[in-house]
């Protein structure tokens, strides 16, 4: 390909301003960590739901997951082993604060202290997240989400959190898709608490990034002079299914409901107008937004968490209210959770995110893929497939880097293979495989073609 002069000095000023990209994995607490009755940890809303008939897969429960709470510096050598460079983990909000409220649990924060030490030792990045869905089920008694409290409580643990381990830890991010959150666990009621109510998801959703721009300023606040804090979205491009004005005006809905409803509270400080007005035909005026609220939820932040794994197709469908789309249909080749694998979406959404809401430094938070992986065979497990998505989902981040997107790290998901959610432990995500009845870990194909990866990329730089 000839680069023409003007992608070449998007891709110097592209270069330059945000050099080699990092590599790292991410995981999330609960998915790993088990160890759920441990150093006095509290009770979450994922241990509960976990208990209803029915939520998950094989009625799985993270109880002991990875076991990484015990395990964590076996996993610590595994990621030196594997060259990565920077780590995305998640903070238990339980462990720090049992009943989401009060002072630390001292144990609760010596665990993640240790954890941060040890990578700090192996000259591996720590990125903590302070809110990967596991809020404390005492929180969820008195409201959860969908009670403005919670968005000051967060800020108290984000605040004490920061306090603790500001000297070890400098980047942060506060929200693990608050999408999933607010949707997912309240208006599908698929993910904890399990809620199927729509109004309740919208005060939800507002709580969240409320308590997101407060959590900002604690962490400005506690965190050292060198603090630096995000938040990561799950983002997706929205395509009309067909030209037919209905499809393309549901694509927008999508759009709106699926990027635009955190996007541009967010950088744009208010709410994208065309699903204020869905939603409040829908359900009537839109509750719990007060005065000051959308300064406070689009505090500067140094940099937005993009997790990316699927574009959707959308097809209008009057039925399904409030959005009218039909479900999306993915197109083949798909992964085991069915997502339609599609790099180009990656691409899209980094030039779309560059250009509505640039210039901005962009991590991608996740990116991966599961499927059914056969067990170990003479000390690997063979996943071409997901070798495949890798390259394919790095090739188009460097292409988007070189026409201008400011991305600077990028975190495969996921280290291990763990609890995915509702799915039990039938979905596996791992770039290292897992025994979870042993807990023996075995490398795969893609941990390895990741490893390889890193070192050409550090060598080339
Ligand atoms: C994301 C979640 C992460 C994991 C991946 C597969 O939505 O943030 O915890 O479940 O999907």
């Known amino acids: 390909m000839t680069a023409t002069p003007r992608s070449r000095s998007a891709r110097e000023a592209g270069a330059a301003r945000s050099g080699r990209l990092r590599f790292g994995v991410a995981t999330a607490a609960y998915q790993i960590e088990g160890a759920v009755r441990d150093g006095g940890r509290g009770e979450s809303i994922w241990d509960r739901f976990c208990r209803v008939p029915g939520a998950v897969a094989n009625g799985d429960t993270g109880d002991v997951a990875c076991d990484h709470y015990h395990r964590w510096r076996d996993d610590l050598d595994i990621m030196g082993a ?6 995305r983990f998640s903070i238990a909000w339980p462990r720090v604060q049992p009943d989401g409220r009060g002072p630390v649990n001292p ?13 700090l030792e192996r000259g591996i990045e720590p990125v903590a997240t302070l809110y990967h869905w596991d809020l404390p089920q005492a929180r969820q008694d008195a409201g959860g989400w969908a009670a403005r409290e919670t968005a000051e409580r967060f800020a108290e643990y984000a605040q004490l959190t920061a306090a603790a381990l500001g000297d070890v830890v400098t980047r942060w991010i506060t929200h693990n898709e608050p999408w999933v959150v607010a949707f997912a666990g309240h208006a599908h009621g698929t993910k904890a608490p399990g809620i199927r109510d729509w109004p309740t998801a919208l005060r939800a959703s507002h709580h969240l990034l409320l308590s997101h721009g407060l959590a900002v300023e604690a962490i400005r606040a506690e965190g050292g002079p060198d603090a630096e804090v995000g938040i990561t979205l799950n983002l997706a491009p929205a395509r009309p299914a067909s030209s037919s004005e209905a499809d393309r005006a549901a694509a927008l809905r999508m759009d709106g409901h699926m990027n635009r409803w955190f996007l541009d509270p967010l ?6 107008e065309d699903l204020v007005d869905l939603f409040e035909r829908h ?18 932040i140094d940099f937005l968490g993009v997790n990316y794994y699927f574009p959707l197709t959308v097809q209008a469908d009057p039925r399904m209210v409030p959005l009218g789309t039909g479900s999306p249909r993915p197109a083949e080749p798909t992964t085991a959770m069915g997502w339609e694998v599609d790099a180009g979406g990656l691409y899209e959404l980094l030039m779309r995110v560059t250009r509505d809401y640039g210039p901005l430094p962009v991590d991608i938070t996740e990116n991966g893929a599961a499927y059914a992986d056969s067990g170990p ?6 996943d071409p497939e997901r070798v495949a998505y890798l390259e394919q989902h790095l090739a188009a981040l460097e292409r988007a880097r070189a026409e201008g997107a400011d991305v600077r790290r990028y975190y495969a998901w996921s280290l291990l293979d763990n609890f995915e959610w509702e799915h039990g432990y039938d979905m596996r ?9 042993t807990q ?4 795969k194909r893609s ?8 070192r050409t990329t550090r060598e080339g730089a």
């Open 82 to 87: 594997l060259n990565v460079e920077s780590y």
């Open 107 to 119: 144990e609760g924060i010596a665990f993640y202290r240790r954890l941060v030490e040890g990578l």
């Open 267 to 272: 950088l744009r400080r208010r709410y994208p």
């Open 283 to 300: 359900f009537g005026p839109l509750e719990g937004i007060e005065p000051g609220d959308a300064e406070v939820i689009a505090r500067p």
């Open 377 to 382: 065979n003479g000390g690997i497990v063979d």
């Open 429 to 437: 995500f791992g770039l290292v495989h897992v025994d979870f009845e």
């Open 440 to 443: 023996r870990r075995v490398p």
């Open 447 to 454: 941990g390895l073609w990741y490893r390889d990866h890193i």
